[in-house]
């Protein structure tokens, strides 16, 4: 199954001084997801943000707030996240021996449920947890920094992954060093999702963020038309919204 390219900015790469605003310029430029990386400076070596920021800024936009959590431990937090406003949670496999129990909680929370893996992490991690998952998140660089180089080493990994997931509702979402360049490779590999930071937040403001979305959903949808082209343009939107998670 092939789905409509969806783009969900991450705000690591926004100005922290006019948050607020950002988002709302944001939403305006054409974002469908809004990307929340949250740092804990133990399980990546770098802290970001919390719950009560992610709290702060949801009233601001009614896009799906992506959630990527880069913690460990990471059960303990799930709640306080939920209860912010995350639409999607998202956990990474290696941050601890109970991914099940994670993706188990996240959906009794009444939220979507999302695995990621780090560079090194082969796709059989997520083997047995695909029927609890509604999103996988492909780490395209070492998570713990916005603006690093794409890792042409994870298209294989993303194409395994499309094949593992068949015709179930989830997800393929890349995020790292995502931009317009190499937009097409990602979605012909499969990804239907992309997270985009610093090829986003470039530029002066909104009508540059909407060049830099417009441009890498261009050149994704390109590229997934040439590997799936069975799928036209003109049937995707009528998957659903954009805003919708799935
Ligand atoms: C990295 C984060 C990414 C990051 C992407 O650990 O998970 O979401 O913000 O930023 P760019 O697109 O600049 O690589
Ligand atoms: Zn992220």
């Given at each position: 199954?092939?789905r ?14 006019r948050?607020g605003?950002?988002i709302?310029?944001?939403d ?6 809004i990307?929340c990386?949250?740092?804990d ?6 802290i ?5 920021v992610?709290k702060a800024?949801?009233p ?10 880069m913690?460990?431990?990471?059960d303990?937090?799930?709640e ?6 995350a ?20 959906r009794?929370?009444?939220?979507q449920a ?6 090194g992490t082969?796709e059989?991690?997520?083997e047995?947890?695909?029927d609890?998952?509604?999103?996988v ?11 690093q180089s794409?890792l042409?080493?994870q298209l ?37 999702t ?5 090829a986003?937040f ?7 963020y909407?060049?830099?979305i417009?441009?890498?959903r261009?050149a ?12 036209s343009?003109?049937?995707a939107?009528?998957?659903g919204?954009?805003a919708?998670?799935?």
């Amino acid at each position: 199954m092939t789905r409509e390219i969806l783009i969900a900015p991450s705000i690591l790469a926004a100005d922290f001084t006019r948050l607020g605003e950002e988002i709302a310029v944001i939403d305006a430029a054409g974002a469908d997801w809004i990307h929340c990386d949250v740092m804990d400076g133990h399980f990546v070596p770098n802290i970001s943000y919390g719950a009560d920021v992610i709290k702060a800024i949801r009233p601001l936009t009614k896009k799906v707030f992506d959630v990527h959590l880069m913690i460990a431990p990471v059960d303990p937090y799930l709640e306080a996240f939920a209860k912010a406003g995350a639409d999607i949670i998202t956990v990474h496999a290696e941050a601890g021996v109970h991914i099940d129990r994670s993706l188990q909680a996240i959906r009794a929370l009444g939220k979507q449920a999302g695995v990621s893996l780090c560079p090194g992490t082969p796709e059989s991690a997520i083997e047995y947890v695909l029927d609890a998952l509604d999103v996988v998140l492909v780490m395209t660089v070492n998570p713990g920094f916005g603006g690093q180089s794409f890792l042409p080493s994870q298209l294989e990994k993303i194409t395994r992954i499309r094949t593992m997931i068949g015709n179930r509702p989830i997800r393929l979402e890349v995020d790292g060093g995502i931009t317009r360049d190499n937009a097409a490779a990602v979605a012909a590999a499969g990804a239907d999702t992309l997270v985009a930071g610093s090829a986003v937040f470039r530029g002066k403001g909104g009508a540059d963020y909407a060049g830099n979305i417009a441009a890498i959903r261009i050149a994704a949808e390109a590229g997934r038309l040439a590997k799936f082209p069975s799928k036209s343009a003109a049937e995707a939107p009528a998957e659903g919204a954009r805003a919708s998670v799935a």
